[in-house]
T-cell receptor, first 117, second 112 residues
Framework: DTGVSQNPRHKITKRGQNVTFRCDPI?????LYWYRQTLGQGPEFLTY????????KSRLLSDRFSAERPKGSFSTLEIQRTEQGDSAMYLC???????????????FGPGTRLTVL | DQQVKQNSPSLSVQEGRISILNCDYT??????FLWYKKYPAEGPTFLIS?????DKNEDGRFTVFLNKSAKHLSLHIVPSQPGDSAVYFC???????????FGKGTRLSVIA
């Protein structure tokens, strides 16, 4: 299977704990995006990478959130000192800016459902 | 403020009939639009896209129409099938390769 994969699929943690999620993009894609989705809302952009460079961070991404993409391959999203408001589905998507028309269709992984108790 | 709006939270359609899902946007810099389908507990699945140089794009049972002057797009599914029942998200980007801005989604129920 060559789609986007995310691990773990589900994470339950206690308030104040740190959590880390992993995303493996489609192998030839140079862009990797993180989004967060809460109930009744569409996905909201958090941050994205082109290769290993982090190009943009949303104001939704507080200081407790950090993301990396070492060597431009997989990415990790870490949340420190989790709060109940962090409970959400965290989605990863990958895309390729090398398409003929310059557009970057993003393909999503299955998501990581975080529950903070 | 919401830059991408899906004003119908839900839609019910009979099997075999046409489903029309609507989406409005406010940011005139958006030039690439996508529709995604989402089942519960799964990530969004890409369906179809359209760039602002076109007003229609077709892929099998799915057609997307873009009206730039009205800042409106719609997704037509014909004929609708029970397996189409899901939440559909409209998304937009500027310059075709920036982070996506999503609407809140429309839940489509196709009744057999």
């Amino acid at each position: 299977d060559t789609g986007v994969s995310q691990n773990p699929r589900h994470k339950i943690t206690k308030r104040g704990q740190n959590v880390t999620f992993r995303c493996d993009p489609i192998s030839e894609h140079n862009r990797l995006y993180w989004y967060r989705q809460t109930l009744g809302q569409g996905p909201e952009f958090l941050t994205y990478f082109q290769n290993e460079a982090q190009l943009e961070k949303s104001r939704l991404l507080s200081d407790r959130f950090s993301a990396e993409r070492p060597k431009g391959s997989f990415s990790t999203l870490e949340i420190q000192r989790t709060e109940q408001g962090d409970s959400a589905m965290y989605l990863c998507a990958s895309g390729d800016t090398g398409s003929l028309d310059g557009t970057d269709t993003q393909y999503f992984g299955p998501g990581t459902r975080l529950t903070v108790l | 403020d919401q830059q991408v709006k899906q004003n119908s939270p839900s839609l019910s359609v009979q099997e075999g009939r046409i489903s029309i899902l609507n989406c409005d946007y406010t940011n005139s810099m958006f030039d690439y639009f996508l529709w995604y389908k989402k089942y519960p507990a799964e990530g969004p699945t890409f369906l179809i896209s359209i760039s602002s140089i076109k007003d229609k794009n077709e892929d099998g049972r799915f057609t997307v129409f873009l009206n730039k002057s009205a800042k409106h797009l719609s997704l037509h599914i014909v004929p609708s099938q029970p397996g189409d029942s899901a939440v559909y998200f409209c998304a937009a980007s500027a310059a075709g390769n920036t982070p996506l801005v999503f609407g809140k989604g429309t839940r489509l129920s196709v009744i057999a």
